[in-house]
């Protein structure tokens, strides 16, 4: 199989299944260390905080992309009339979570998407004083073009509003400083770029928790729980930390598993991953100018990402390069090539063969 389908969902990496057969291992032989496993989960929290370039507890563990960008809609102080802004293209659950507050009054407002990436001056015509959020991916998984975060935060920084960054498909492949970044919260999952199978997401938040409290409140979130595990009738305190959003009984075999990616991470170098992925994306392209095939998205280093989207016509395409042994994924406006760390120059000119040989047989008669 020639897998260029990062983007959906990366293969096990050894580093990550020797984490997960350790697990299991000891769940078998010892019935579960629960507190060495707790003692781990915090070394990688340590390690992911780490990564995006914040405090350890700035990070919440939850189960994907779409609860930390819940938490975020429904945390963030706004009333009635308040506005979020997006761009129309969004990742559906990047929307919904917004969307699916307007019974409560707000409003959400679905900006066009009218060039090859997003920056302030998309947005900056429809925010205003009532803006309370922009809402936005880091990487576009319909096209691959990668937004100017940094600037489009400064517009929130400006006006009042927050940012809350959905970076499924930048974490891993791209460097993310979330500080630098100057977002108030920051969700993604970790079984793309960070190579752990479904199930685990994380959520970074700047904001204290009378900003952005839970959406859901239990013993792992609460700062004044007593050691015979009797709630009384004293007031709750809240951590004041992102574990307010954790409600207990963590992944806890994908959270080892996470451990061992980003060690395999840490000793590659994300700076070298993401020129890696970044110098196959300029390989892919001068095939398909060969090739006459037109990308989606942009074409500027900059600008874009792992992912390229090929403008490919629906007559066949996506069937003939199944039966060609490629992974690769239909969107919205093609078939979307994404490239993982472990994908090579000549996986590329496999591709590129593979396409001109579908160009000649898929050719109309």
């Given amino acids: 199989m020639l897998h260029l389908d990062a983007a959906h969902q990366t293969p096990l990496s050894t580093a990550v299944r020797a984490r997960l057969d350790a ?10 260390p629960k507190s060495t496993w707790l003692a781990r989960t915090e070394e990688v929290r340590a390690q992911l905080a780490g990564l995006l370039g914040v405090a350890p507890e700035t990070v919440a563990f939850t189960k994907n992309t779409s609860e930390g960008l819940n938490i975020a809609a429904r945390g963030l102080r706004w009333q009635p009339g ?8 969004e990742h559906p659950n990047n929307a919904y979570a917004w969307l699916a507050q307007r019974p409560a009054g707000l409003e959400v407002r679905q900006v066009p998407d009218d060039k090859k990436w997003a920056d ?85 938040t700047a904001a204290p928790a009378d900003v952005l ?9 609460v700062a004044n729980t007593r050691a015979d595990l009797v709630a009384g009738p004293e007031a709750l305190r809240l951590r004041p930390d992102a574990q307010r959003f954790e409600i207990g009984n963590f992944n806890l075999p994908a959270i080892h598993a996470l451990g061992g990616a980003l060690d395999l991470i840490s000793a590659i170098g994300l700076p070298a991953i993401s020129e890696h992925l970044l110098s196959l ?5 001068d095939h398909l100018d060969h090739l006459g095939i ?28 199944a039966g060609s042994g490629v992974r690769l994924s239909k969107v919205r406006t093609g078939l979307r090539v994404s490239f993982g760390l472990y994908n090579t120059g000549d996986d590329v000119d496999r591709l590129a063969d593979i396409l001109a040989r579908g160009q000649r047989s898929l050719r109309p008669a």
Wanted: net charge negative; no cysteine.
């Fill in 213 to 221: 409290p839970p959406t859901y409140v239990a013993t792992a979130g």
């Fill in 120 to 204: 302030a001056a998309t947005f900056a015509p429809y925010v205003d004083e009532r803006t309370r959020a922009i809402a936005l991916s880091h990487v576009m998984f319909h096209s691959g073009q990668r937004n100017d975060v940094a600037d489009i935060a400064r517009l929130a920084a400006a006006t009042g509003a927050q940012v809350v960054l959905d970076a499924m498909q930048s974490v891993g492949t791209l460097p993310v400083d979330a500080g630098e970044l100057g977002v108030a919260a920051l969700a993604a999952g970790s079984h793309k770029g960070l190579l752990v199978p479904q199930g685990l997401g994380f959520l970074h």
């Fill in 23 to 32: 697990f299991y291992d000891q769940a078998q032989f010892t019935a579960g």
């Fill in 82 to 89: 308040d506005n979020v802004v997006l761009l129309a293209s």
């Fill in 294 to 321: 037109t990308l989606a998205g942009p074409r500027e280093r900059e600008r874009r990402s792992h992912i390229y989207v090929l403008e490919l016509p629906d007559t066949g395409w996506a069937e003939f390069l």
């Fill in 281 to 285: 994306g300029d390989r892919l392209i």
